[in-house]
Every structure is written in structure tokens, then in C-alpha cells.
């Protein structure tokens, strides 16, 4: 899966909470498949079907015709769309599976979208909010993880800061995202495949846990040294949604770094962030 196991070796090396892999679900109990798709990519991430995760080489079986999706941005949902049968994304990413979906009727926001999920429950049953980056508390919030992970003097550079209700006990967890890279000379924005000393891509969750607000990392890459020829990945989260339909949001997280992309989704269960889905191409 893209991303997991980068993940893992930092966070068990930093002490930090880490991502592992999440049995079935078992909270649906419906025979037609639900599949899920990463919109900006074309990637069938997998579904659902009967309360299980499955992936998409094994939802693919089901999608005999085209499907009806309902398409959702991070700020909530946007229009809906028919999606083909599953295809090879090609020479490059043979085993990835793709699926070209089309907007039905006017979608105006039809580029905003992230995700695009079919299925007989509402996916987005709480809101997203966004908050300032430039909060001071969560720049320390930050700033604490780097250090600890080796980085000294951190150049805290946050993309993200989202409030939701994730499992709707009526208190809103924090989601964070901070990337940070080298690129290429005279295009920062570019990503490259070294890394710089300072470089990092967090995902961060906050969260109430037994009465003591708790850190959950989905995802970290820290360089406190610059290496070379690594792929260093940019992560940002892309929608929040119910996608099992068990009344709590799991996170869709979008990553890429130089030559490839990729999408995972992880579900928070604790103090755990478990992943589900992960799919992309990486040529």
C-alpha cells in the first residue's frame, strides 16, 4: 500500500502512534458493492460490500455496468457523476485500476472534487470546518513533533487545519497537515526526488481521549539530514467522509511525490489510525 510503511518506520522510530492494517468492517450488511474512487487520479481506491473493506481488484469483479456516484470536495458534496467499468490504468501502472467518471447534469464545482463514493448512506453526516494555519497553538503543536524527530530548529510550514466530529460524540477532532521541501532551484514548488536537511510531510491528529487531548500520526516523513534520491512525498487531506457507513468519517489523504500519486484512506479507531484503502500509480 502507498505510504504505510514509510509511515510506520518513522513513527516507530520517533515513539510515535502509528498506522496499521484494520480488519473488515462488519456494519453494512448490504450485497451491492459500494465502491469508492479517487477522482484527481481516476484510482478505484476499493469499497465496500456487506460492512467489509475490499480492494479494488476485488470490488472490480462487481462493477459489471456503470455506477451511479455521489461526489464529495473536503468542504462537502458536490453533484454526481456515472463511472465506467474499472480499466488498466496502463503501461505505466498495469495492476492499478481506473475509473473515468462523468458528471450527470450541470456540477458546477465538478473540478473540486476528491472522492467519489457509491452509496445508500450519507457519507458526509457531519461538517468540515477550516481554521486559520497560522494559529499559534497548532505551530507549536508542529513544531514539538519535528524537534522530537530530530529536526532542531523546524521551518513550520502548515497546510491544513480542519475541525470535524470524526465518530460524532459531539467533540471536534483536529486535523493538521505541514509539508516541507527542498524541490528544484528556482522552483520550490516542483517536487524532486532528494531531500533537504528540515525537510518533512506530516499528517497530524489531535484528539480527545479519556479527558487528555492525544496526538495520532497518519503519516510522517522527517529528514534531519538531506538524503538523496529518496522521493520525498507531499500529503494533503482530501475529504473526510463516512465510506463504510457505520456513522463515523474516515480520512482520505492524498500524496504524491515526484513521479507518482496515490491515494489512502485511514480510519481512527483510539489512539490507532488504521488503513483501509491505499491505492496510485507508481511508474
Not at 481506473?98 to 457519507?123: H, M, Q, Y
Request: glycine residues 10%; positive net charge.
Amino acid at each position: 500500500m502507498f505510504g504505510k510503511y514509510r509511515t510506520i518506520l518513522w513513527a516507530a522510530a520517533f515513539g510515535l502512534a502509528y498506522v496499521e492494517s484494520l480488519p473488515p468492517a462488519s456494519v453494512i450488511a448490504t450485497e451491492r458493492p459500494h465502491p469508492i474512487v479517487d477522482l484527481k487520479g481516476g484510482y478505484l481506491l476499493g469499497g465496500t460490500r456487506r460492512g467489509q473493506w475490499l480492494e479494488a481488484d476485488v470490488i472490480a469483479k462487481s462493477l459489471k455496468r456503470p455506477i451511479r456516484y455521489r461526489l464529495y470536495s473536503l468542504d462537502g458534496p458536490v453533484g454526481q457523476g456515472v463511472g465506467t467499468r474499472p480499466t488498466s490504468a496502463g503501461e505505466a501502472c498495469p495492476e492499478t485500476l481506473v475509473v473515468e467518471i462523468k458528471p450527470t447534469g450541470r456540477v458546477p464545482r465538478f473540478k473540486e472534487a476528491a472522492l467519489a463514493v457509491a452509496a445508500d448512506w450519507n457519507s458526509m453526516p457531519r461538517p468540515v470546518h477550516k481554521t486559520a494555519t497560522s494559529s499559534e497553538t497548532y505551530r507549536r503543536v508542529v513544531a514539538d513533533v519535528l524537534m522530537r524527530a530530530g529536526i532542531a530548529r523546524p521551518d513550520v510550514r502548515i497546510d491544513q487545519i480542519l475541525r470535524v466530529d470524526l465518530d460524532g460524540d459531539g467533540t471536534d477532532e483536529v486535523l493538521i497537515t505541514a509539508n516541507r521541501h527542498k524541490g528544484y532551484p528556482g522552483q520550490p514548488d516542483q517536487m524532486g526526488p532528494d531531500a533537504a536537511a528540515g525537510d518533512y510531510s506530516l499528517v497530524l491528529l489531535r484528539k480527545v481521549y479519556k479527558g487528555k487531548v492525544r496526538p495520532v500520526v497518519l503519516h510522517a516523513e522527517f529528514y534531519p539530514a538531506g538524503k538523496r534520491s529518496t522521493a520525498p512525498s507531499k500529503q494533503t487531506i482530501a475529504a473526510v467522509l463516512d465510506l463504510d457507513g457505520d456513522g463515523r468519517m474516515e480520512i482520505a489523504v492524498k500524496g504524491r511525490h515526484y513521479e507518482a500519486d496515490w491515494m489512502t484512506v485511514y480510519k481512527i479507531v483510539g489512539l490507532k489510525a488504521h488503513v483501509v484503502l491505499s491505492e496510485g500509480c507508481e511508474p
